[in-house]
């Protein structure tokens, strides 16, 4: 028989209660892990503005992420990059998506790692080079087979991205499903940050 705190089949206590973030949350991982779309859900469900980092770099440059790269380099990309994501850090508590570089770059990573609370998407190469295939707007692919490159970038990357508070599996499954599971890891950790060591 349900009790008091499960009328109408919920309980205050139990996962779906609200979660409040203290600060913002970002996400990290290779291209295609789904930074973006789970972001857009992650956001709506915690009621908090999503922003992408990637978005902000090309308003800020009045040009796209690849004419970014053509034009200046990757240099200063990363450059562009880590002040606009420390402006963004800057910002109230949102949902913030991050190009999958950005933690890998030891400045803006220690930026994140101060001012947010960091999510890796890991991804197999499977699921990565299925998402990513269907569009050619990724610098980085466009040098090579983009199977290899992907391949190459995890060996070099998922070490770092493994310095993330915390880290959610992105599956082929729907992204509403591993939206709930960035919620609950989410819950886990920030538990952890509440109770004393
Ligand atoms: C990059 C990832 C891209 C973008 C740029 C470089 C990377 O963002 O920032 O092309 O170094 O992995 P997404 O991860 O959103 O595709």
Redesign the pocket.
Known sequence: MAGMGDIHGFNAMDARSPLSLPRTVALV?????G??AIGKRLAMRLGLPFV???DE?ERAAGCS??EI?EKYG?AD?RAG?RRVISRLLDEPPHVL??????Y?DPETRALMRAKAVTVWLRAELDVLFDR?RKRA????LRNGDPKEVLAR?MTQ?YPIYAEADVVVDSTAQPADRTTEQVIEALRAHLQTEKTPA
């Open positions: 991982g290779l291209m295609g892990a930074k973006s992408d980092a990637d770099i992420i690849a790269f990757e990309f990059e998506s991050t190009g999958g570089g950005a890998i990513v707007h990724r610098p980085l970038l990357r």
